[in-house]
C-alpha cells in the first residue's frame, strides 16, 4: 500500500460555530443548550460538548457535564406540571425536595396565559423564586417581546422585579437581538442541535512524497497559517519552511500541528472549559 496524504477542508462542527454566534449575539446573557435530549443519546455528549466550547454557559444532559466538567443546568419539565394538574403545585413540590443551594426556576406556559401564570408563581414563592422559563409554543406566542413586556410590567408593579426572565422553544439568532432587552437567559436546542451540515471534501493531494492530486485540487500537503495580529489566514505549501510576515506587520503562525504520535500527546490538552475561554476571545474579533 502506498502511503498518502489527505487534504481535508473540515472546519469546526457546525454546532460549534452555531453555539458561538448564539453566545455573541447574546452578550452576557445566559446560553443553554438545549438541543441534545431530542439527539440520539450516543451523539448527545459530543453535540453538547462541542456547544460548550463554542460558547454556551451550560448544558441539560447529566453525561455531557460529566465530560465537560460541569454541573448540567435545566427547569422543572413539563411532565410534573401535567402530572400534578397545577403550576403553582408543581414549583411548591420542587421547591420543597429541591437542593437549597439551587435556582428556582418555574415553567409557566403550560395550561395558563403567561401574564397570569408568572404572578401565581411570584405569590406562591416571593423571594425563594428566581426566574421563570417562558417555554411558549410558537401557535400561541404571537408578538413574543410584548408577552414578556406585559409580564416584566405586571410583576415590577407587584414587587417581584428581582424574577428573571428565561425563554426557550424554537428560539433563532434572529429572536436573540430583539428579545435581549427582557430576557436573561436562553435554552436553545435545535438551532444549535440541528445546525447546517458543513460541507468538505477529504481528497487525496500527494503519494510517496510526490504531489498529485485530481482536477480542481490543489495538489501537495499543506500548511495553514495565521496571522495573531490580524486574524489573516493563509495556505502554503508544507516544504517551503518561509516564515510568511503578513502585510498587517505580524507574524503568521502554523495552525496544523501535529498532537497525538503512536499514543503519545505532543501538545498539551486542555480542558472544555480552557477550549471554551480560547473560542470566545477569538469570537470577540469576528463578525458573525
Known sequence: MRPRSWDSSVRHPAFRRQAARMKKLAGERLIMSFGARRMHPILAPMIERNAYVGGCDGVAVVKSGEIIGEDPMGTMPHSLILCMGSTVEAIRAYDEVLDSKLKRVALIDTFQDEKFEVLNVAQALGDRLYAVRFDTPASRRGNFYRILEEARWELELRGFGHVKFFVSGGIGEEDIPILNPVVHGYGIGTSISNAPVVDFAMDIVEIDGKPLAKRGKWSGSKRVLVCARCGERKIAPNNDGDD???????AFSDVLVP???????????????????FVLGQVKALDL
Open 259 to 277: 498532537a497525538l504520535d503512536r499514543g503519545k500527546h505532543l501538545v498539551e490538552t486542555r480542558t472544555p472549559s480552557e477550549l471554551r475561554d
Open 244 to 250: 510568511h510576515s503578513c502585510s498587517c506587520g505580524g
